[in-house]
């Protein structure tokens, strides 16, 4: 059996010198912060959704309200099928297209939806109490609702956009 080296300068176990420390906890910190980035990034909502979702919204809704008035609105519900689902292609889309395609916690969707309710009632409680009738009132509620999201869009992306120049 070989002797063993008692020499004090010998390392008897391999040990990293503080620069490689020092390296590995900055190689830490930056691949932390690029997930951050990444993750903020993947919150900004695409330019053309707001426009598109409010456009669609208000053409839905006004031409509900037309049908209605007309007495037709039967006949309008499944015409504006495709409008609804066009909608949701938008929604699928704009998921698609920040490359997240997990959505909101169950918490989230509730209050999102609350919010959305509490918004629709108000609109339509207000428009009735104005005296505008249904026809109208379904036209300002949907391009209410239209508006209102793309509003959230565009105060989404100035957030995130905050957020971004923070962090560089």
Not at 56 to 62: P, W
Not at 132 to 156: E, K
């Amino acid at each position: 059996m070989p002797a063993q080296d008692s020499n004090p300068t010998a390392p008897s176990s391999p040990a990293a010198p503080p620069d490689d420390a020092d390296a590995a906890a900055r190689a830490l910190r930056d691949a932390g912060a690029a997930r951050n980035r990444a993750q903020l990034q993947a919150q900004l909502v695409p330019a053309w959704y707001g426009p598109s979702a409010a456009a669609l919204l208000t053409a839905y809704s006004v031409g509900m309200g037309l049908a209605h008035a007309d007495g037709t609105a039967g006949l309008w519900t499944w015409a504006g099928l495709p409008a609804i689902l066009l909608g949701l292609g938008l929604a699928r889309l704009r998921k698609r297209s920040t490359g997240v395609l997990v959505g909101p916690s169950g918490a989230r969707k509730r209050a999102i939806t609350l919010t959305v309710l509490a918004v629709v009632l108000l609109v339509w409680g207000l428009c009735l109490l104005l005296g505008l009738g249904v026809p109208a009132t379904v036209a300002v509620t949907g391009t209410t609702l239209g508006l209102g999201i793309w509003v959230h869009s565009a105060r989404q992306n100035l957030t995130v956009e905050r957020k971004l120049r923070e962090h560089v």
